[in-house]
């Protein structure tokens, strides 16, 4: 650009530079938007504060309305009274008049004579012979009821000293001893009494060996042996040692 001067001389003037320009711009578009803004709020009036309204709370007290009264039941009518009805009286039967029979007379007839029977012969009846009962066996001699004796006492010992128990206080104090015990029997082999008549001077021994005899059972006598009740003794040995 040429420009002219009191002088009369040109001149040629400097470039603008581009970062002078971009500064001018912007403080251009700046002053518009304050501008702008200031105009906006000259017409927008401003905001009115919001007073808020208390809101007041009316409170009226109501008196409960009082319940309704029960209604009084009303008995019930009393029931009519029956009358009972009368019995109708019965009316008495007429008595029939009996009519009398015609009495009949009958005749008895004739009795009718028995005949005597035939007489008959005599019928034989022999006599009736009882035989005669045997005689009674012959009574064992003395000798063959001994041995009887003999052999049924020893299966009496053999037996109620099979039967005896050691007790538990025997083995515990490692004793030993010999009680005789003696007892009846009946022929049927039925006990009638039993005692201790030679103490071992152990009481478990003593009680032991006669609990064996009173719990043992009997066979009857043999045909040798007397029909009557008989006294036996039993010699029972009891050790620790003995299973």
Same mark, same amino acid.
């Given at each position: ?20 320009? =971009? ?13 702008? %803004?200031?105009?906006?709020? =000259? ?21 409960? +309305? ?82 009887? +004796?003999? =052999?049924?006492?020893?299966? %009496? ?12 206080? *025997?083995?515990?104090?490692?004793? =030993? ?56 003794? *039993? ?9």
């Amino acid at each position: 650009m040429v420009t002219e001067t009191h002088a009369g001389t040109c001149e040629r003037q400097p470039k603008t530079s581009p970062f002078i320009r =971009s500064i001018i711009a912007a403080a251009i578009i700046e002053a518009i938007i304050i501008g702008g %803004l200031l105009y906006a709020g =000259s017409i927008i009036p401003p905001p009115q504060d919001v007073i808020q309204k208390k809101k007041v709370i009316a409170i009226h007290m109501v008196q409960p +309305i009082p319940p309704k009264p029960k209604p009084i039941p009303v008995p019930p009518p009393p029931k009519p009274v029956v009358q009972p009805k009368p019995k109708p009286v019965p009316v008495p039967k007429p008595i029939p008049i009996p009519i009398p029979k015609p009495v009949v007379h009958h005749t008895l007839p004739k009795p009718l004579l028995a005949k005597a029977p035939m007489p008959m012969a005599p019928v034989y009846t022999p006599p009736v012979v009882t035989p005669p009962a045997p005689p009674p066996p012959p009574a064992p001699s003395p000798a063959l009821q001994q041995n009887a +004796i003999d =052999s049924y006492a020893a299966m %009496l010992r053999t037996r109620v000293q099979a039967d005896t128990r050691v007790p538990e206080a *025997v083995r515990l104090l490692h004793t =030993s001893g010999t009680a005789v015990i003696a007892f009846r029997l009946t022929p049927s082999g039925q006990l009638l009494s039993a005692h201790v008549a030679r103490s071992s001077g152990v009481g478990p021994i003593d009680r032991a060996a006669l609990k064996a005899v009173e719990d043992g059972t009997y066979p009857p006598f043999t045909k040798k042996m007397p029909e009557h009740d008989m006294n036996f003794d *039993v010699r029972v040995h009891l050790s620790a040692h003995r299973g």
